[in-house]
T-cell receptor, first 116, second 112 residues
Framework: NAGVMQNPRHLVRRRGQEARLRCSPM?????VYWYRQLPEEGLKFMVY????????ESGMPKERFSAEFPKEGPSILRIQQVVRGDSAAYFC??????????????FGQGTRLTVV | QQQVKQSPQSLIVQKGGISIINCAYE??????FPWYQQFPGKGPALLIA?????SEKKEGRFTISFNKSAKQFSLHIMDSQPGDSATYFC???????????FGQGTELSVKP
């Protein structure tokens, strides 16, 4: 059973370009979470999605950032018109069931975004 | 109120010693407290987790101690090994939204 797969592992974008980060959850997992980790800092929650639904986007910046988890295919975190401050590691986690059951979230290896 | 404060920021321990990392929280709605281990270039991996209905949980060399009244919890690594050198994060969740609130992390270095 493959773990949470994120791609690309490294992404370099020029200021103003778009970044698309992909996350394939573990098999059988229908809950996906995105976190951002700035250098020397902890992980900050961004968004929580279930298939075709955004459950909690309280950590998402109001502009330029969006996320989706379609019925088929991976979850996508999209950053439009990237700026240098978007440079960070972006981690995806997935879990099999409702958070009310305290089910463990498994993390991917992350995508390291560098904006030049 | 959503913060989880973690200390120390960095820790150096001799091989065989005990590593202790502390976390404190304010939100009394938190009811799930996991610890994650992260190696450079990797994603966080769950080490051990506790709920507030117990004061201690042990798994191998790793122990969580939980003090509900003080709103504090800590990770103890017994017989620390060089392979334990990593960054450790405490986290908390109120289980109503699925999201984890992470501490700032502790960079542990175990010297041989």
């Amino acid at each position: 059973n493959a773990g949470v797969m994120q791609n690309p592992r490294h992404l370099v974008r020029r200021r103003g370009q778009e970044a698309r980060l992909r996350c394939s959850p573990m098999k059988g997992h229908s809950h996906v979470y995105w976190y951002r980790q700035l250098p020397e800092e902890g992980l900050k929650f961004m968004v929580y999605l279930q298939k075709e639904n955004i459950i909690d986007e309280s950590g998402m910046p109001k502009e330029r950032f969006s996320a989706e988890f379609p019925k088929e295919g991976p979850s996508i975190l999209r950053i439009q018109q990237v700026v240098r401050g978007d440079s960070a590691a972006y981690f995806c986690a997935s879990s099999p069931g409702s958070p009310l059951l305290n089910t463990e979230a498994f993390f991917g290896q992350g995508t390291r975004l560098t904006v030049v | 109120q959503q913060q989880v404060k973690q200390s120390p920021q960095s820790l150096i321990v001799q091989k065989g010693g005990i590593s202790i990392i502390n976390c404190a929280y304010e939100n009394t709605a938190f009811d799930y407290f996991p610890w994650y281990q992260q190696f450079p270039g990797k994603g966080p991996a769950l080490l051990i987790a506790i709920r507030p209905d117990v004061s201690e949980k042990k798994e191998g060399r790793f122990t969580i101690s939980f003090n509900k009244s003080a709103k504090q919890f800590s990770l103890h690594i017994m017989d620390s090994q060089p392979g334990d050198s990593a960054t450790y994060f405490c986290a908390a969740s109120d289980n109503q939204g699925g999201k984890l609130i992470f501490g700032q992390g502790t960079e542990l270095s175990v010297k041989p």
